[in-house]
């Protein structure tokens, strides 16, 4: 029978033991080998404990009670050093931390010039009173066509190459649906623009399948061709600057009577048609270049959808969006728009 009180002083003996050694474990690995050496499957405190089994039955929970505490003892030890480490490891990995140094500065995108002349083509017209509306791509015929007063026999469709999807359904060829739509959604008066995407199947230097168009309507009672002279006016001299000239070309489109183009003098050269003697090619001499289409309102457009044509009158106007880029930051080729080349799209940011 083994001696109980030699196994009971073995287990005293353990702590103090320990505790002069903690110190020694400078690492959280060092610890952990510490921790198993003591209370490990294998370790100093379990070996002790293997002579239980041969003390004598008063003696066996006496011992027991004794290997509890000082497994306690040593676990609190034992974890008591190990915050310590830790903190100090903190400590150490902060002091190699400047928060002065320079962040990296990540990578920044920029919108797309599309919509930066997008944008504030529609803030001019927002602070002019107008309200930014939008309309589905996919039209039908009537809102694209019939109701803008070209039946399907009126010679002014050929001049859209359109997209098709159905008989009837079709990607829309310009924002001019929303002409129509707005009516149907809005009493007058009636002060909207409509930017957005539209397809013709067209692809070449000056063309792509997809492009953006703007569309402004006005309608009101006693709205006159000199509210739509004034109204777009206001409008180039904001976007282009107020020494821009603007010119009223007749026109036709069979949605607005009378029609008419504007042009405003060359942004290249500034209308004279030349630059230190070579010919402009923005204005091909011209001094002006053509930047949108307006008109007012032909009655049968609003016939469509039963306005009262005795009561209301009202303009309206279509331009696109890349058009008007290309003049006011200079750029030369449709293309750039559309292949995202990021050296181009950088210059906007
Ligand atoms: N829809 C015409 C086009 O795509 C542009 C246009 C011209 C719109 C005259 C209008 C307008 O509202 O009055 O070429």
């Known amino acids: 029978m083994s001696d109980a009180k030699s196994l009971l002083q073995e287990l005293e003996g353990l702590v103090p033991e320990c505790e002069a ?3 020694q474990a400078s690492s959280l690995s060092e610890l952990e080998e510490l921790r198993i050496e003591y209370l490990g499957r294998k370790g100093r405190l379990a070996k002790i404990m293997s ?8 003696d066996k929970p006496v011992a027991g009670k004794k290997a509890n505490e000082v497994k306690t003892a040593l676990t609190e030890l034992i974890e008591g050093r190990q915050s310590q480490l830790e903190r100090a490891a903190i400590t150490e990995s902060l002091s190699r931390f400047d928060p002065t140094m320079p962040g990296r500065t990540p990578h920044k995108g920029s919108l797309h010039p599309v919509s930066l ?3 504030e083509i529609c803030d001019v017209f927002v602070g002019l009173g107008f309200e930014v509306v939008t309309g589905p791509e996919v039209e039908n015929d009537w809102y694209n066509f019939e109701a803008l007063n070209m039946p399907p026999d009126h010679p002014a469709r050929d001049m859209q190459d359109t997209l098709y999807i159905s008989e009837s359904f079709l990607l829309r060829t310009h924002t001019s649906p929303l002409q129509v739509r707005s009516m149907q959604e809005k ?3 009636i002060a909207v623009i409509a930017p957005g995407k539209v397809y013709r199947r067209d692809s070449d230097i000056t063309h792509t399948p997809m492009f953006h168009q703007i569309e402004g309507v006005l309608i009101d009672e006693n709205v006159s061709m000199a509210d739509l002279r004034g109204t777009l006016t206001a409008f180039v001299h904001q976007l282009f600057g107020p020494k821009t000239e603007v010119r009223f070309r007749p026109s036709f489109f069979p949605f607005t009577e009378p029609s008419a183009e504007v042009d405003i003098s060359c942004v290249m050269c500034g209308g004279k048609g030349h630059i230190d003697g070579q010919p402009c090619r923005v204005c091909k001499q011209t001094g002006w ?3 949108l289409g307006c008109g007012m309102m032909d009655p049968n457009v609003m016939k469509s959808v039963d306005y009262d044509t005795e009561k209301y009158s009202g303009f309206a ?3 696109g969006i890349e058009r008007v880029a290309m003049l006011k930051y200079g750029i030369g080729d449709l293309r750039m728009f559309f292949e995202n080349d990021i050296r181009f799209l950088e210059q906007f940011s």
């Open 187 to 189: 009493n007058p008066p």
């Open 21 to 23: 050694r903690l110190d």
């Open 317 to 319: 106007f279509g331009l």
């Open 51 to 58: 002579g239980l089994p041969s003390l004598s039955n008063e």
């Open 117 to 119: 002349v997008m944008d």
């Open 289 to 291: 270049v053509e930047i």
